[in-house]
């Protein structure tokens, strides 16, 4: 359709081979985890950008569905379940927590569904730090034979699907339908669109993909504290990399992810306040000046640049 | 109805309160296919509050509506327009992120048609935005439009969903007369699809031109109905609009 689509499918091609790659032409550890985490984060944001930029709905409850999947995903893996099976559990218990949580939340609208969202996962959060204990145990039959190969495959996959989820959602009828919805519900109604049933099948995709996601960080970390995956990290680290990326667009997210672990690891910003801080200024700085993000203000500096590949404009945060 | 198939839309004794305020007080009126009714009324005398309720975006406290035979009064906004309901709205409700194409293919892939292919969609998109006057708009943002071309593109939107009922809500408001001739013309060939038309309109030319018949509403409540030169001739209609002499 546009004359620039197959020197797109070629970059993506290259990409996707490159990433495919990696692990077969070097044995960098260290090159190999900061890859993993690109594409962890990638497909992290990506799945809160389905709901948040494509939907519309400012989610910031999105750790809940993360911190599910990874429990459901660790449970099951250390109960002698094969890693992919326990993947699948923990993804579809965070696909079902999505419709039941999802079902009543997005009755609320705007800001009102932002803080319902939170709150949800605060909940969840507090809640699974009394009910479980408060302790990690290091499985040591699985850490002997640790590789990272394999979970960085996963990544792949996970930031591939999601992408790719994405992408759908740019030319599907469902998609279309989302859009119409962030636009203007009252007007989307009225030409046929279902706008809660479209909300709620975002919402439903958004956390499945999440717990996809989180279930492949416990496989990855394989010991944590069971309230540590349901912090608000997980929700507020997506969310500025859509932002920074380009907030309902595909590739936004894996370019926002870039950018993400590259400042994190030059400034060393792995935990604690001053990642707060450097963070939220740079997000302060993207909506204010460059409101597309990374993917948009390189579309502006080349020549011939195209339509944007999402449809419409980010909705307010 | 003796003698004459069913209307296509029947609305019997619909009522409709905002706190302490009857908007709509026991309203009744049918709209035949092909037919173009006018809803004539002074400012808050109920007209859009009752497209509100035909559309599904408002519920009723009481009464019932029938579109195509089937009794809607409970179903969403979204499953009547499924059925062939459409609309435009008062203050111009496009989506204004979406480029002008984009707002009526979505119509398309909606509404009543629900066309599956998107290609057939995109074409269909086209062919509508050329038949208001809109073609060579179709890659801008909906938000970046003039007022008349959003009126254009609502009623492109509107069309898009195939619909057997199209309410107007004061679609030639604020309009250049040549823009209401354009206007009025396009509503004569919309019509002539066997489309029935509900229009709200104070543009007394438009309305003449346009309606079959007319239906006068007053604090809610229907005061007159009949032809335009009925009504116009009707002393309520005189004292509703201008006040009692």
Redesign the interface.
Known sequence: MRGAAPLGSLGVACGAAAAVLLPVVTANQALLSWAFLVLLYTALAQSWNLLGGFGGQVNLGHAAFFGLGALVTRMVWLGGAPVVLALAAGTGAATAAGVLIGAPSLRLRGPYFAIGTLAIAEILRITTGNVLPDVSSLPARDLAGYALTPRYYLAVFAAAVVTGGAWWLTRSRFGRGLAAVREDETAAEAIGVGAFRHKLGAFALSSGFAGMTGGIFAYYHVSFYPAFVFSPVWTFDPLVIVYLGGVGTVWGPLAGAVFFVVVQEALSLQVGEPHLLVFGLLFLVVVIAAPGGLVEALRAVRPGARAPAHMGSPPAA | MPGSAAPLLEVASLSKAFGGLLAVDDLSFTIDSGEILGLLGPNGSGKTTTFGLV???LRPDGGEIRFAGRPVTRW????R??LGI??T?QLV???????AL?NV???C????R?V?S?ARAGADAAALLERVGAAHKR?T?ARDLTLGERRRLEIA??L??HPRLLLLDEPVAGLTPTEVDAAVALFRGIRAEGVAIALVEHNVRAVRALCDRIVVLHAGRKIAQGTPEDVFAHAAVVEAYLGRR
């Open positions: 559309a599904g975006a969403p906004a979204s499953r327009a499924a459409a609309r709205f409700r496009v989506f204004p992120g979406l480029t984009e293919l979505v119509a892939l909606y509404g009543r629900r599956s998107p890659n943002p939107r509107a898009a969903t």
